[in-house]
């Protein structure tokens, strides 16, 4: 039996059942295994996982009780940059480290929410069914209302590693880029050569709003019905971030009531949307089914990162991207100082 032990629920659309390859990179060098745990109740993984080093977060929520079922479990790793499938209080509370991948999918999120920038701004979707439907005479004439992107205001909600990237890819464009963010120094956005605005004054100023708070408490619904209308009626609203960040409902009232002109959505509060959801027969919206992060190096960077954040904290090292650092002190692992770029932190 190998010295470490890892828990994760049987495999998910992003890792096939008894393929880790990649993750065991790194564990192989600590003498690890990761070990699965079929579908079941919540009593039933407790007790499968319950002595286990580690556990390898997917699949399932990670509730309170399971956490509290963890008799040995040193860290908690997910693959993903949201952590809200984790109770992290819960997890703070038992003095375990939780692991997030917050910079391994920045390029691929950030061309994302341009792409919906852009497709939204020239009515993309809108222009390709007409030409479809033999209404090709149509097409010049819609565009023929919208002014040229050049000039635009682009308002960022949130100043994060994503939104930072999409602001540097906007401006080649000519838009001028302004953002709020309560949690980032204004000498930070400046500095990118971005303005920081209040909340207020982005919805009221912006054409363009892209959100990328992410899925935490003090952020859910943050955009509610009395933000679209301090909106601009011809504002266009992009999310790539997390869908509970967006009062759905009204977004769908802003959109049927013209309080802004269109959306490019890749997350929703329920994913998939159910087949009642007014947004899939909304021909000012363009959905994409959270796809943001997905190219050919997103699951091995990210089991990858999974592998080393598991391997350094098995090892009695502080992990990389710790989402609960409180505990990190009482743990009694140790701070690690990479040497180069050609030695990491396992060095």
């Not at 008799?71 to 984790?86: E, K, N, Q």
């Not at 007409?130 to 682009?154: C, D, H, Q, Y």
């Not at 960040?245 to 009204?250: G, K």
């Amino acid at each position: 039996m190998a010295k470490f032990r890892i828990a994760t629920p049987t495999g998910t659309s992003f890792t096939t059942a008894g393929d880790y390859g990649y993750e065991m990179e790194a564990l192989t060098t600590i003498d690890a295994e990761i070990f699965e745990v079929p579908p079941g109740s919540e009593d039933e993984f407790i007790a499968a996982a319950r002595n286990a080093d580690a556990l390898y977060a997917k699949g399932r929520r990670i509730t309170k009780r399971i956490i509290d079922g963890l008799d040995s479990c040193r860290i908690i790793a997910l693959g993903s940059v949201g952590v809200d499938s984790v109770d992290v209080d819960a997890a703070t509370e038992k003095g375990i480290p939780v692991t997030n991948c917050p910079d391994t999918f920045i390029d691929e999120v950030a061309d994302h929410a341009m792409t919906l920038i852009l497709a939204s701004f020239r009515r993309l979707v809108m222009q390709d069914r007409l030409v479809r439907e033999g209404r090709w005479a149509e097409g010049r004439p819609m565009l023929s209302k919208i002014p040229r992107l050049m000039g635009m205001t682009l308002g960022l909600v949130s100043f994060g590693h994503v939104a930072r990237a999409v602001a540097a890819r906007a401006k080649p464009f000519g838009l001028h880029v302004i953002a709020y963010d309560p949690f980032i120094e204004e000498l930070v956005m400046i500095g990118q050569g971005v303005e920081p605005v209040s909340l207020p004054e982005l919805l009221q100023r912006s054409d363009i709003i892209s959100m990328h708070a992410p899925a935490t408490e003090s952020a859910h619904r943050l955009i509610r019905e009395e933000h679209f209308r301090q909106m601009k009626r011809t504002a266009l609203y992009i999310s790539t971030g997390r869908g509970p960040t967006t009062d759905e409902p009204a977004l769908i009232k802003a959109l049927d009531e013209g309080l802004i002109a269109g959306a490019g959505l890749d997350v929703l509060e329920q994913e998939p949307p159910g087949d009642n959801n007014p947004l899939l027969k909304m021909d000012n919206v363009i959905l994409t089914a959270h796809v943001a992060s997905a190219s050919a190096r997103f699951d091995p960077a990210r089991r990858r990162r999974v592998g080393l954040e598991l391997s350094l904290a098995l090892s009695g090292k502080w992990p990389m991207s710790c989402v609960n650092p409180s505990v990190l002190a009482k743990t009694g692992l140790k701070r690690w100082q990479p040497v180069s770029m050609e030695r990491g932190p396992n060095s």
